[in-house]
């Protein structure tokens, strides 16, 4: 028995920071690309089904036509597709899932679609499911609490398959330790491991093993800059269990195709160092445009010619990613000889300003500012 | 460069005219239409104006003498003396002579000329009148405009003024082609974006950033506010069906409770019913006990109050006869005591009446010596009255004789004597000693050795022929002496006459006597007056009056069975009053020991009547009191019986209510032990709380169907995504705004350090000549200060100020000022400025003033010529022309008459 472990694909996400409203949609769209390319991988591994382990939609309340992509999305899969809502699309009262233009969606693209909302045993051909849906965006109580006991009457000889969605010890949506703590906490340890063969998380963005039988299959796609390297962020996970009781086999597959970069903070001691930066963006993003997304912090000095390259790059850069989320903290440091070109001007005038700007670096902060301004417009009215 | 002399032919009134100008000061005078500005103006056409031309200038200048109009002029300029001659007209030429030079002529004259005077060729073309004006515009002061400000119409000389503001302040140039476009687009880069007030303009950049921030940020709070309210919906939706689920548990449950609650209550209402019963019987006898209770309880508190009394009453009475005889005993006492004052009181007036009667009898004798002394007192006033009879008759006769009459008589025999000493004196005595012709007075012939004594006016006769007439004393005074004379005569005979004397000696005498008569009168007047006659008459008249009365009193105090001998010794009758008033006294003595006795007994007898009174008083009430006690208490043993009656009654009441009691509190406490009270709580409690419950299940249905109504989507939008886009939309118009205001800053900080630097350029530049302008102003002023401001590129002095804060006047437009201190101020300016310009001219440059300061007062002209003189001396040279050479009289001019 094989099946495709997969959650967290928050359709709909609006990736309200990217200014761009085409490079907003385009990343959108991506992220159902990537469910519908998921196909092909059932086709070729042969799976029974697949289980989806919350956060299929961004929001509780998606619309229509976001409803309408994701049940074509899922509906294009063919094989049955078992979800639980998770803390973004949580089934409370006004959710997603009994809204009548979903049951109508689903109906009409996706008859293969099951949203799990009690925490009951559905008991399938090969396997049985034991969904842990989230009822309400912040549950305090362990969703995975009725396991703790074994169901009375579960079939012996099926495979038993926990869905879960929810942050376990060092590991949540956030990224961070014990981020809103206590808020749909799932605590594995207190689950009799020997009642079931395999548990299924969403949440957490990366995936990983977190106990034995126990995985983290992380985003489909990308959908943020990860923290730290171990995340892999981008898969999906093939589980196979040979027979009840038996270790099951996972298998990671790279679905994810939208490049997250973001390199350590960069600094500046002069501006031979902008040839060094260009390099290393050069090396995540090569040639192509509109596949990536860049967060990097840059700080230290750049003279006058130093900042206008580094404003010349930062525009390409503007232009070619998705999203650059530059956080910079450059100080201006005007070279001697840029210095000495105001300074020392025929223009007494500019030259005098320039020297009192220049003496007055240290305590006027609008200093540095007012003489590269000085510079431009000198420049503007000598062109 | 310095005029020394000019020359000018065929030239509009002047045919041929030399002036010689070689001085510093140089006064060029006459009428009227005598040609001054017309010289001025050819000197400055001479100077600038191209020879060869026909514009309206040209023309002007032709003389109605006809010929070329002419200007020879003689100079110094750039270390030499040199010799111009122009002739005008449309074959103009201009010659131009310098020593050791050779002669120029025609446009290389001119050229040679423009670079002596430092000037940009000859003028020349079309607007030549404007032209002309600006050429050396500041030196050249025509008529009517001495009081314009010099900084216009140095406009052609600005850079030259400029170059010299430079040198003389180390400043290099005010600013640059490139600083002032600099500026210009900073400033007009501020136009745009700012109002006046600093604020971001409508539709400026920041302006829009900032709208588009607002309206980003409403749009966030309004995206915010259609989550929350779906969120709301939600919670509103949960809670909501948590309640119905309560609600309904609640209302099953107190219908369950209510039920078992009723049927023990049908049983309770059935005990009630029996418990009211034996409460009624249990009062009934409770009340019948009380009753006989309370009626043997009233007899025995009857029965004790009357042994109370009565043991109270019995020795009352002993004491009241005691009191009665007390009583009766002070009584007597009493009644003696008042005996013994009546008696003692009696005896008390008739001590007082001998006593008396012995005091009238003294008095009686005092007053009979009294009687005696003034019967005596009269008798000698008679006898005085006697002698002032007397000598009053023998006084009357003489009464006329005063002291003022006597004087009179002697100024009478005075005035006679006087006026015959007088009338002697004034008589003229002629006696004939020798004569041998007849001598006659008054006719009256006067022999040899014969005297006549004349008194008055007489003709004497001496011969035939000659009269003389002889008036002695003045004619007149003699006859006024002769009448005076017998006047006082008969006054005095007159005057002895009236008082019936016979000479003034015998009046003297009588009057002696008179005043000896009058001086006895007097002193016995005075003894009259003394002896005081009419009182003593009258004192006489009320002591026997008195003597009357003391003997009636006398009479009337002794005592009818008294017999009294009343000496008429006044000593022995004195102390026989004395001693009987001593008996007096005593009987007094007496008669208050008996009344301060009567008074005590009298005051003891009362109040043991009073203490009697009482004591009866409260026995009257005691025996009362017992008297109706023993009736109530005969009324009380009739209606309840004895005591062994009373008491058989009230053991059969208590066993009985004992009997009732027991019945009644076991129907209670079966009651009890159902728990009635809190039974009938419940169930109250229970039916409120189910109908509450049953409310607010209505209630909570209500909201679940509102919360789910709301919570339906219609799946146009995603409110959550809605918010999120939003608030990254205001994040970013705030970053936009963050930006362009940084970017203003950092601009309008520019363009701040750039205008002060272009300000602090212009004010060291333009103190040079503020400096040489000051000597002039303080000299005009006494000490105000010129304030010249640059045109902000630097390509002018645009404006001029007065600066007088040193008298607390404040800064003043030039063109605010008055005429006649624009006239000053205009041409102090005038001369710091051709002071700075000399430089470049061999130190020297010529002031024309035309009629200049024609209505400055004397006071003014006087301080313009101190100006002048000044700045003659500094190396400028100034020609006046005026029609009033008298108002520059002490300047030390050197004069040309035209």
């Known amino acids: 028995m094989k099946f495709l472990h997969t959650a967290d694909w928050q359709i709909g996400k609006p990736f309200q920071s990217i200014s761009d409203h085409a490079k907003r949609e385009s990343l959108r769209k991506q992220r159902l690309d990537t469910l519908i390319a998921l196909k092909s991988l059932i086709e070729k591994d042969k799976l029974d089904f697949v289980v989806v382990c919350g956060d299929l939609f961004d929001s509780w309340t998606p619309d229509a036509a976001t409803v309408s992509g994701l049940c074509s999305a899922v509906g294009s899969l063919k094989v049955p597709v078992y979800a639980i809502p998770g803390n973004h699309d949580h089934g409370g009262p006004g959710c997603i899932w009994e809204q009548e233009f979903f049951l109508r969606e689903k109906e009409q693209l996706a008859p293969n679609f099951h949203i799990l909302l009690k925490p009951e045993p559905v008991v399938l051909e090969s396997a049985v499911l034991l969904p842990c849906p989230l009822l309400r965006r912040h549950e305090s109580e362990d969703p995975t609490e009725w396991l703790r006991n074994e169901p009375e009457g579960l079939p012996e000889e099926l495979p038993r398959i926990v869905l879960a969605h929810g942050s376990t010890q060092g590991f949540s949506s956030s990224g961070e330790a014990d981020s809103e703590s206590g808020i749909n906490r799932i605590e594995l340890e207190r689950l009799p491991k020997s009642s079931y063969d395999y548990i299924a998380l969403g949440d957490w963005h990366g995936m990983k093993e977190i106990a034995p039988g126990a995985w983290f299959c992380g985003t489909s796609e990308q959908d943020r800059f990860a923290k ?21 086999k996972v298998t990671p597959h790279k679905t994810g195709t939208v490049g997250w970069h973001s390199p350590d903070d960069f600094h500046f001691t002069n501006d031979d160092d902008l040839e060094t930066l260009e390099s290393q963006i050069e090396t995540f993003i090569g040639q192509q445009t509109n596949r990536d997304l860049l967060k990097v912090r840059v700080h230290g000095t750049l003279s006058f010619t130093g900042i206008e390259s580094f404003e010349k790059l930062a525009e390409s850069l503007r232009a070619r990613l998705i999203r650059l989320d530059l956080d910079q903290d450059l100080q201006i440091e005007p070279s001697v000889e840029e210095l000495n070109a105001l300074t020392e001007r025929q223009d007494p005038l500019i030259a005098l300003v320039a020297q009192q700007l220049r003496d007055s670096m240290e305590t006027d902060p609008l200093a540095r500012d007012a003489l590269r301004e000085l510079q431009l417009q000198t420049r503007k009215v000598e062109a | 460069m310095k005029l020394l002399s000019a020359t000018v032919r065929n030239y509009r009134t002047h045919r041929d005219k030399t002036v010689q100008l070689d001085d510093d000061l140089v006064l060029i005078h006459g009428p009227n239409e005598s040609g001054k500005s017309t010289l001025a103006e050819a ?101 009517g405009t001495s009081d314009a400000t010099p900084l216009e119409s140095v406009e052609e000389s600005q850079s030259q003024l400029r170059d010299k503001l430079q040198a003389s302040s180390g400043q290099s140039i005010l600013s640059s082609p490139v600083d002032n476009a600099v500026i210009d687009a900073l400033q007009a880069w501020e136009k ?93 006898i409770e009340k019948e006990l009380k009753e006989l209770t309370a009626a043997d309880a009233e007899i025995r508190e009857f029965e004790s109050q009357l042994k109370t009394l009565r043991a109270d009453a019995a020795p009352k009475e002993k004491e009241i006869e005691k009191l009665r005889t007390e009583s009766k005993n002070k009584q007597t006492d009493y009644e003696k005591a008042r ?148 006047e006082a005569a008969d006054a005095l005979v007159e005057a002895l006459k009236a008082i019936g004397v016979d000479s003034v000696e015998a009046a003297r005498a009588q009057a002696r006597q008179r005043a000896n008569l009058s001086d006895d009168l007097e002193k016995l007047e005075e003894q009259l007056e003394d002896a005081n006659a009419d009182a003593t008459e009258e004192e006489l008249a009320e002591a026997e009056k008195a003597l009357v009365q003391l003997e009636a009193r006398r009479h009337a105090a002794v005592p009818k069975d008294e017999s009294i001998e009343f000496t008429q010794d006044l000593k022995q009758a004195e102390a026989a009053y004395e001693k009987a008033h001593e008996l007096q006294a005593e009987g007094n003595q007496a008669f208050a020991q008996a009344e301060s006795q009567e008074n005590a007994t009298r005051k003891a007898a009362e109040k043991a009547a009073e203490l009697l009174g009482s004591a009866e008083e409260a026995h009257k009430q005691q025996s009362e009191a017992i008297k109706k006690l023993e009736s109530q208490l005969d009324y009380a043993l009739g209606k309840a019986g004895d005591s062994k009656v009373r008491s058989k009654a009230i053991n059969s009441g208590l066993a009985n209510f004992d009997q009732a009691k027991q019945a009644e509190q076991s129907v209670v406490k079966q009651l009890d032990e159902l728990g009635a009270e809190q039974l009938e709580l419940d169930a109250q409690r229970l039916r409120e709380s189910a109908k509450k419950d049953a409310d607010k299940l209505k209630d909570a249905n209500g ?109 003043f437009e030039f063109q605010k000022l008055s005429h006649g201190t624009r006239e000053q101020v205009a041409l102090a300016l005038r001369l710091a400025m051709a002071q ?63």
Request: glycine share 6%.
């Open chain 2, 43 to 143: 000197i400055h056409c001479a100077l600038f104006l191209k020879a060869k031309g026909s514009t309206n200038l040209h023309k002007a200048m032709e003389s109605d003498h006809g010929g070329t109009p002419e200007v020879e002029l003689r100079f110094s300029a750039g270390g030499s003396k040199h010799t111009l001659l122009k002739s005008f007209g449309s074959s103009g030429n201009t010659t131009l002579e310098s020593d050791g030079q050779a002669t120029l002529n025609g446009s290389a004259a001119e050229e040679c000329l423009a670079r002596l005077l430092g000037v940009d060729g000859t003028v020349s073309g079309g607007g030549i009148e404007a032209k002309m004006e600006k050429r050396w515009g500041h030196l050249w002061v025509r008529q």
């Open chain 2, 339 to 486: 005996s013994a004052r009546e008696a003692a009181s009696q005896s008390l007036s008739r001590l007082r009446s001998i006593a008396d009667a012995w005091q009238a009898h003294c008095e009686g004798l005092q007053k009979g010596k009294v009687i005696a002394d003034l019967s005596k007192q009269l008798k000698k006033i008679e006898k005085l009255k006697a002698s002032q009879k007397k000598i009053t008759k023998e006084l009357a006769p003489l009464e006329e004789f005063t002291t003022e009459a006597i004087e009179e008589l002697e100024a009478s025999e005075h005035a006679a004597k006087q006026a015959q000493l007088k009338l002697e004196a004034y008589a003229l005595q002629i006696e004939v000693l020798e004569s041998d012709q007849s001598i006659e007075i008054n006719g009256q012939p006067l022999d040899k050795g014969q005297k006549q004594i004349l008194s008055r006016a007489a003709e004497l006769q001496v011969g035939s022929k000659t009269r003389i007439r002889l008036t002695p004393g003045g004619a007149e005074d003699l006859e006024a002496a002769r009448s005076a004379s017998e």
């Open chain 2, 703 to 811: 909201r679940k169907i509102e919360a789910r109504t709301e919570l339906r989507s219609s799946g146009n939008q995603d409110p959550e995504r809605e918010l999120k886009e939003a608030e990254a939309d205001a994040a970013r118009c705030q970053q936009r705004f963050d930006q362009l205001d940084h970017q203003s800053k950092v601009r309008l900080h520019l363009l701040e350090k750039l205008r002060a630097a272009r300000q602090a350029t212009t004010a060291a530049l333009a103190k040079p000549l503020e400096d040489a302008v000051n000597p002039y102003l303080k000299l005009l002023f006494g000490g105000s200060r010129a304030r010249l401001h640059w045109a902000d590129d630097g390509s002018r002095i645009e404006s001029f100020e007065l600066d007088r804060t040193d008298k607390q006047n404040g800064l």
């Open chain 2, 192 to 284: 745009d974006n700012f109002t006046g007030t600093g604020k971001a303009k409508t539709h400026s950049d920041l302006d829009k950033a900032e709208k588009a921030l607002a309206s980003a940020k409403e749009s966030a709070e309004t995206a915010r506010d259609a989550l929350e309210q779906l969120r709301q919906a939600a919670t509103n939706y949960e809670q909501a069906e948590a309640d119905i689920e309560r609600h309904e548990k609640n209302l099953a449950e107190a219908e369950t409770q209510l039920k078992a609650i009723e049927a023990q209550l049908k049983t309770v209402n059935t005990l009630r019913e029996q418990s009211k019963e034996k409460t009624r019987l249990r009062e009934a």
């Open chain 2, 836 to 898: 700075l310009l000399a430089v470049d001219h061999d130190g020297c440059l010529p002031l024309v003033l035309d009629d200049a300061f024609t209505h400055a007062d004397k006071d003014r002209l006087e301080k313009l010529k101190s100006l002048l003189y000044q700045a003659s001396h500094a190396g400028l040279q100034i020609l006046l022309l005026s029609c009033h050479p008298e108002n520059y009289n002490g300047l030390s001019a050197s004069e040309v008459s035209l």
């Open chain 1, 228 to 248: 730290g390297d171990s995340n892999q962020p981008g898969h999906v996970c093939i589980v196979e269990i040979e027979n009840t009781g038996a270790a099951p």
